[in-house]
T-cell receptor, first 114, second 117 residues
Framework: GAGVSQSPSNKVTEKGKDVELRCDPI?????LYWYRQSLGQGLEFLIY????????KSGLPSDRFSAERTGGSVSTLTIQRTQQEDSAVYLC????????????FGPGTRLTVL | AQSVTQLGSHVSVSEGALVLLRCNYS??????LFWYVQYPNQGLQLLLK??????LVKGINGFEAEFKKSETSFHLTKPSAHMSDAAEYFC???????????????FGKGTKLSVIP
């Protein structure tokens, strides 16, 4: 079956522009996570969705970051007014809602802010 | 709060030699423990996990790890390295309890494994 997919695979943007990153989880997975992987900080949790709700947004680094999920499926991570420190690989993962369900990761979106 | 420490950001071994990647964790309750592998330009793939029960866990590609509660460790081993094992390896913990229902992973910084022919 299909795994987690993310688009675009690469995104280059100019400082100050807004970007949208998309995640298509595995069908039937109710839990969805966004992580950020950067050279300085390693892998960091950003936000968790259960269905369309986001009960845990504790990892979002600033109010320029937001995310939504629709239909209990596709999720979009939006970064407004991008800064150079936002450059990173953004990874999405999905799992069943029962811990310790394996989190299946997508290939990531590499964001470069010039 | 949980944290994970991976000793050695880069480990090199000869093909056929033992692979040992170290992971220590800090957690107020015994966590679930995971090892993930990341090949270049790819997402993370689960190698193995420990939840409860037997402390020696076997995973894919011949890897295994042992949970040692007294040492708060979960080191990853493989008896004989293959060239295809060259990748970055991440140890991660997950709290078995979550008020918000979020079972996010807390990762170590990763260890890049090089295999020398």
């Amino acid at each position: 079956g299909a795994g987690v997919s993310q688009s675009p695979s690469n995104k280059v943007t100019e400082k100050g522009k807004d970007v949208e990153l998309r995640c298509d989880p595995i069908s039937g997975h109710t839990a969805l996570y966004w992580y950020r992987q950067s050279l300085g900080q390693g892998l960091e949790f950003l936000i968790y969705f259960q269905g369309n709700s986001a009960p845990d947004k504790s990892g979002l680094p600033s109010d320029r970051f937001s995310a939504e999920r629709t239909g209990g499926s596709v999720s979009t991570l939006t970064i407004q007014r991008t800064q150079q420190e936002d450059s990173a690989v953004y990874l999405c993962a999905s799992s069943t809602d029962r811990p310790p369900g394996e989190q299946f990761f997508g290939p990531g979106t590499r964001l470069t802010v010039l | 709060a949980q944290s994970v420490t991976q000793l050695g950001s880069h480990v090199s071994v000869s093909e056929g030699a033992l692979v040992l990647l170290r992971c220590n964790y800090s957690s107020s309750v015994p966590p679930y423990l995971f090892w993930y592998v990341q090949y270049p330009n790819q997402g993370l793939q689960l190698l193995l996990k420990y939840t409860t029960g037997a402390t020696l866990v076997k995973g894919i590609n011949g890897f295994e790890a042992e949970f040692k509660k007294s040492e708060t460790s979960f080191h990853l081993t493989k008896p004989s390295a293959h060239m295809s094992d060259a990748a970055e390896y991440f140890c991660a913990v997950m709290s078995p309890y979550s008020g918000a229902g979020s079972y996010q992973l807390t990762f170590g910084k990763g260890t890049k494994l090089s295999v020398i022919p």
